[in-house]
T-cell receptor, first 113, second 112 residues
């Protein structure tokens, strides 16, 4: 699996509820990312973190929150403020020592019902 | 911030023909340019990358070229095969402390 695991694979949420997506890596990577994938819109960056206890907003951070309390973990919370949360969410990690490959998790498909 | 544009959005080629996907970036300080392939229902995976001190890189049927002056880079796939059908993403990064920014993706269909 490339050492980065997302869970769950499928997630259903009722409108108005917050939901947290899990992302764990055992690659000893410092950098972690959350992307949202919608048809025809590529990979849009939600949040990223280069080091524990620090993270930056990406291009579409509104309605999302993250934490980075441990190097291995970068959970994403989709809040009720996110107006159109149904999408495919991808987590990735990479080494910060040199520009190198980003490894992706298998993704979480979130559906609001 | 960095912006990456990718063209075309869809590309259909006959098996055995070549395919070319082009990307442009906005930040001249970007120095790392990876390409990812995402098969249907799967995660994106790196297929080739290039750094700004190199103009071209090849790996079997895949090659990437970089024109720093024009701020564009391209993916070339020769002798395409049906298993090359996928979505391809280009990306750019300024440094290890900066975010990895992706293009919108190209759906490549190889017709047999």
């Amino acid at each position: 699996d490339g050492g980065i695991t997302q869970s769950p694979k499928y997630l259903f949420r009722k409108e108005g509820q917050n939901v947290t997506l899990s992302c764990e890596q055992n690659l000893n990577h410092d950098a972690m990312y959350w992307y949202r994938q919608d048809p025809g819109q590529g990979l849009r960056l939600i949040y990223y973190s280069q080091i524990v206890n620090d993270f930056q907003k990406g291009d579409i951070a509104e309605g999302y929150s993250v934490s980075r309390e441990k190097k291995e973990s970068f959970p994403l919370t989709v809040t009720s403020a996110q107006k159109n949360p149904t999408a495919f969410y991808l987590c990735a990690s990479s080494s910060r020592e040199v520009n190198t490959e980003a490894f992706f998790g298998q993704g979480t498909r979130l559906t609001v019902v | 911030g960095e912006n990456v544009e990718q063209h075309p959005s869809t590309l259909s080629v006959q098996e055995g023909d070549s395919a070319v996907i082009k990307c442009t970036y906005s930040d001249s300080a970007s120095n790392y340019f990876p390409w990812y392939k995402q098969e249907l229902g799967k995660r994106p995976q790196l297929i080739i990358d290039i750094r700004s001190n190199v103009g071209e890189k090849k790996d079997q049927r895949i090659a990437v070229t970089l024109n720093k002056t024009a701020k564009h880079f391209s993916l070339h796939i020769t002798e395409t095969q049906p298993e090359d059908s996928a979505v391809y993403f280009c990306a750019a990064q300024k440094s290890v402390w900066n975010k990895l920014v992706f293009g919108a993706g190209t759906i490549l269909r190889v017709k047999s």
